[in-house]
């Protein structure tokens, strides 16, 4: 193969326009003139570099493998002299706005006590969009809000005068032994908080011994991600789980499924509670700027782009989500995926019998965060709502609660009714602001907590956990007792 021509700035700046139209990355130089007109985030923030250095805007956003897997080697025209590089060429153009607003720096990381310091710091630096989609929920965030403010209404009832001088806070989660019973939940382009997203999150992870699912929408390739971490042991899956979404295409699903199957991977989480989005009207409210639109994602379907409804990030991109997805489809599932599944988003004893039905090997409590139906019930609700109506699921699945957990407490609060672990997705995100690093010390903060809440309350093993350990009375009046309603016997008459 010959070598890639060297090009002048002088050479590069003469292509500036729609008709004739390249630009610089990471110093190689392409021709884009057939693409810009059918890049999903329009063409405007390209036309913005045209004949020039677009290494930083694009690195911003995109996995560095993009354009290679993108575009043919013809559109490869050559890689830049740098040695003609002048102050004036490698400015930013004057009407880029940077996707990042700095409204206050960052303070240390060790100055961070809690998942409420994360929180605090992220609102103030994040980019506003970035801000918008990760912290918004549905509507009037009734169920945003509950799913926390229901942890604060369960009070322990602590042991005393017990050994606790050693405690381990180990468990296992899909037959994996983790350092504490959490994962990070999947969330959608996480390298819209830090460059490297989603890859950072799984060293954070690993290092710490815990178990990362990655979203069918992560902003790099589940084969980057899992290529990130530092190789395992020989016959050891990787520390991740997938999340799945199912494509209106099915065959893109089952490609995709293969993928992860290849890369050691043997659990899968079938999210089951958004066959739409829920109306985030936050999310909506802030527009994307021109070099956040058309961000790509694992699957490179449903790239956003503002619409005449807003910029609602969760509503655009989940266009290639089959909402047609029921109980039905469970077997095709097993013919295309051998491993474990697990169903994400039950929020009722009736789906939770189903899902034992169908043997599905676990179940995720959830309400999506709060981001799909408000007034959905909230997660330790829901637990609850399964001891009362559906006792015989503890017997078979593994259950996770997924859903306002902040604190040590709460993940104990949650072991002690009979969850097998807790997934965090937002504390993790904010984490993310400082990269890998911040996903380690968050997760030593929660394993800190949980170590103290378990002394406290007088056990020193998880297994020592039992609801004699929690008063459940302040909840305990608004879990169901039935299927239905126990008094109006009326349907709807439309």
């Not at 729609?18 to 003139?33: E, F, H, N, R, S």
């Not at 989005?277 to 379907?301: F, L, N, S, Y």
């Amino acid at each position: 193969m010959a070598e890639p021509k060297l090009l002048s700035t002088k050479q590069i700046a003469e292509h500036n326009n729609a008709k004739d139209l390249w630009i610089v990355v990471d110093g190689q130089v392409w021709d884009l003139t057939e693409f810009a007109p059918e890049h999903p985030g329009g063409i405007g923030i390209i036309l913005q570099y045209a004949g020039r250095d677009a290494s930083q805007p694009y690195n911003e956003i995109h996995a560095p493998s993009l354009l290679n897997d993108t575009l043919t080697t013809s559109k490869l025209v050559g890689t830049l002299d740098t040695s003609t590089i002048s102050d004036d060429w490698a400015k930013p153009p004057p009407q880029h706005n940077p996707n990042v607003q700095l409204k206050n720096e960052k303070p240390p990381l060790f100055t961070l006590l809690s998942t409420h310091d994360f929180e605090a710091v992220a609102e103030k630096t994040l980019a506003p969009k970035t801000w918008a989609f990760y912290s918004s929920a549905a509507t009037d965030l009734v169920t945003h809000k509950a799913n926390q403010s229901f942890f604060d209404r369960i009070w322990f009832r602590p042991r005393v005068l017990r050994n606790v001088k050693t405690r381990n806070t180990r468990a296992r989660i899909m037959g994996q032994e983790v350092a504490l019973p959490i994962m990070c939940s999947p969330a959608a382009m996480a390298k819209l908080v830090h460059p490297d997203g989603e890859k950072a999150i799984a060293r954070g992870c690993q290092k710490k011994g815990i178990i990362q699912c990655v979203s069918t929408n992560a902003s790099f390739p589940i084969s980057d991600i899992a290529a990130a971490l530092s190789p395992t042991p020989a016959n050891s899956p990787p520390p991740l789980f997938f999340q799945l979404y199912v494509s209106k295409k099915r065959s893109d699903t089952e490609t995709l499924l293969h993928r992860v199957w290849s890369l050691g991977i043997r659990t899968i989480f079938l999210t089951v509670d958004s066959p739409i989005a829920g109306k985030r009207e936050a999310d909506e409210r802030v527009r994307m700027d021109d070099d956040q639109q058309g961000i790509p994602m694992m699957t490179g379907a449903g790239k956003p782009v503002n619409d005449k409804r807003g910029g609602g990030l969760g509503r655009i991109t989940g266009g290639f989500v089959d909402a047609s997805l029921d109980w039905s489809d469970l077997p095709w599932l097993r013919r295309c995926w051998k491993g474990r599944v697990v169903l994400k988003g039950i929020m009722c004893a009736e789906d939770a019998t189903r899902a034992v039905e169908e043997k599905v090997d676990g179940i995720v409590l959830s309400n999506h965060g709060g981001r799909n139906l408000d007034t959905s019930p909230p997660a330790i609700l829901i637990l609850l709502d399964l001891h009362r109506n559906a006792p015989h699921v503890f017997d078979t699945l593994e259950i996770y609660l997924d859903g306002g957990i902040r604190r040590g407490t709460d993940i104990l609060k949650a072991i002690c009714l009979g969850a097998t672990a807790v997934s965090l997705g937002r504390p993790f995100l904010y984490s993310l602001n400082y990269g890998a690093e911040g996903v380690e010390y968050l997760i030593d903060l929660l394993q800190d907590e949980l170590s103290v809440a378990m002394a406290l309350v007088g056990i020193t093993g998880l297994e020592q956990a039992h609801a004699g350990l929690v008063n459940t009375n302040g909840v305990d009046f608004l879990v169901p007792r039935m299927e239905g309603h126990p008094y109006v016997r009326m349907r709807a008459k439309i």
